[in-house]
């Protein structure tokens, strides 16, 4: 998924901090004088959701709210492991194409109404009909019939679908091949049931606290944007007996720097992420106990429009992937919690071998220079003709600083920069929507561990997430018979030689792998980092 935006900015910190301020104090007053046996959590998030429906969310502070308000047949715990969520059990048929799932007798909606079968196999359909717009839905393609249905192939019907309701507690997912990473796929948002009545009766408006229904450990109570969305402990929820937080309440938080100063003033007990200038002094004043950092399974992009010149021209692209010193950029500006990416594919993925980096990895930078200068004058570029590039980012400090450096490495061999920074809203729609654009940052979280999450973005056919317009029918072709192949480790050596094409034609310059980094109470009990970054809050507990 996409990392989400973050915004940032010394002087815009100072006045939502002190408007935080006063409304934390509001709210603690209201829970105080409500029930002084509450237990409210005090989170913060990247930023606001665009949207909780999640059949159209893409953001990782989307991911941390849908996991406390809605529950899929299979979770991930906090510690990563993929574990059952409203199926109790499943089997899995002898040639890998079909599982059969059974719910929980108790699996509840939050006004009472049971979870059915039929309301997953409404979800299903609703996530993959073209009307609904899910950028998502692709990653539902595994299942039978779900890319024909998406595309609006002839013939397509909702019915055929490969998900079936055998009886309210029985379903059955019919897939077009084996797929290993299918479970760990129903984890994520896509696979998340909506409450059918609710979407009937009041279409797009579903999602607002007053017509929300919830089949999670949480229930959705308020949504003031810019301010704070307020969760309530879902009484019905099958497992409620062992969530202990009865309250949690999520901030906004694009600023890491006025967050971990509400963190400091015990306003926030844990944060969503960590000013990359200020670990080394949060570590020294707060103690590793608080400052959480842990490897995370994403990495830091930038984005080649390779349907524009001359960004179409892999001596080009090659050329400003080799100038930028990662190493440099991992230590000095993110403070070493993060690392040098020299691959699309981040470290620990799974149902993986060997990755594919850059074949320069291990050369000198003066080496790469050089090769830089050269590729780009057999371009056409040099003295009196330098390469002009635009950069987009979405504004933060981080990727500010990030930018900036890769600039002046670039300069090293002639190019010229310049820059446009907008918000996150605003830059990741932009590439969402096909926008013009030279080259442009990003982030990718995996969605499930396995290399096609990250492969897959350079398909030509991936409309919703190949922003760079990257077509090589090569590396399609390896793609497709990577889906079809059922051995695991033909599978990944098919999808290696794909990931070698990227490594060589270098649509997108990875330039770091990300780590997760989290500022954490010493009363928050339960927390557990793990590389999908999965902190669901009913793991979690407050101690007095």
């Known amino acids: 998924m996409r990392e989400f935006h973050r915004q940032s900015g010394i002087r815009r910190a100072v006045r939502p901090l002190a408007l935080a301020s006063g409304l934390f104090l509001a709210l603690a007053v209201t829970f105080v004088g409500a029930a002084m046996a509450q237990v409210v959590f005090h989170r913060g998030n990247d930023g606001d959701p665009e949207t909780l429906d999640s059949h159209k969310t893409s953001t990782v502070s989307e991911a941390h709210l849908l996991r406390d308000l809605s529950e899929g047949l299979v979770i991930h715990h906090i510690n990563g492991e993929v574990v059952p969520g409203v199926a109790e059990s499943w089997t899995m048929a002898q040639d890998g194409k079909s599982y059969a799932f059974k719910l929980r007798a108790n699996a509840k909606w939050s006004n009472g109404d049971p979870v059915t079968a039929g309301d997953f196999v409404f979800s299903f359909r609703r996530m993959v009909n073209p009307e609904t717009g899910a950028k998502y839905a692709n990653i539902l393609y595994p299942i039978r019939n779900a890319e024909k249905i998406n595309k609006a192939g002839e013939g397509a019907k909702l019915e055929d679908l490969g998900v079936k309701a055998i009886d309210d507690r029985t379903l059955e997912i019919s897939l077009e091949r084996p797929t290993p990473y299918f479970l760990e796929l129903l984890t994520h948002q896509t696979g998340l049931p909506v409450h059918p009545a609710s979407v009937q009766k009041f279409g797009k408006d579903f999602v607002k606290p007053e017509n929300w229904v919830s089949n999670g450990a949480y229930t959705l109570k ?6 704070h969305i307020r969760l309530e402990k879902n009484k019905a929820f099958h497992d409620a007996t062992n969530v202990k937080i009865d309250t949690v309440i999520y901030y906004p938080t694009p600023d890491f720097s006025a967050a971990a100063r509400r963190f400091q003033a015990g306003e926030l007990q844990m944060t969503s992420d960590i000013p990359a200038d200020q670990v080394q002094q949060l570590r020294e004043k707060l103690g590793k106990d608080q400052v959480r950092i842990s490897p995370y399974l994403g990495t830091y992009f930038l984005i080649i429009n390779t349907a524009k010149k001359p960004f179409d021209d892999i001596r080009v692209r090659r050329a400003l992937s080799l100038v930028i010193d990662r190493e440099f950029i991992a230590e000095e500006i993110w403070g070493g919690t993060m690392l040098p990416a020299y691959g699309v594919i981040p470290p620990n993925i799974g149902n993986y071998g060997e990755r594919a980096e850059a074949d320069f990895k291990g050369t000198s930078p003066l080496d790469r220079e050089d090769e830089a200068k050269k590729l780009l004058a057999a371009a056409g570029f040099g ?5 002009r590039v635009q950069l ?26 310049s820059f446009i920074n907008t918000d996150g809203k605003t830059h990741f729609a932009l590439l969402r929507d096909g926008g013009d654009f030279d080259i442009a940052r990003y982030g990718w979280i995996g969605d499930y561990s396995d290399p096609q999450n990250f492969l897959f973005l350079f398909q030509s056919d991936n409309t919703g997430f190949n922003s760079g317009k990257y ?3 090569q590396f399609d072709a390896l793609m497709k018979q990577g889906a079809e192949e059922i051995d695991i480790a033909k599978r990944a050596a098919i999808l290696r030689e794909a990931d070698a094409i990227l490594a060589a034609e270098v649509p997108w310059i990875p330039v770091l792998y990300y780590s997760s980094k ?27």
Do not use: H
């Open 222 to 227: 308020e949504f003031v944007p810019n301010s």
């Open 383 to 387: 003295p009196g003709m330098p390469l």
């Open 392 to 417: 987009r980012y979405n504004t933060t400090d981080n990727n500010r600083r990030t930018v900036i450096a890769i600039a002046e490495q670039w300069k090293a061999i002639g190019v010229e920069t």
């Open 471 to 473: 077509n090589n029918p």
């Open 518 to 544: 989290n500022l954490v109470s010493p009363k928050v009990q339960g927390f557990q980092q793990n590389l999908r970054g999965a902190l669901p809050t009913r793991f979690m507990s407050l101690k007095p």
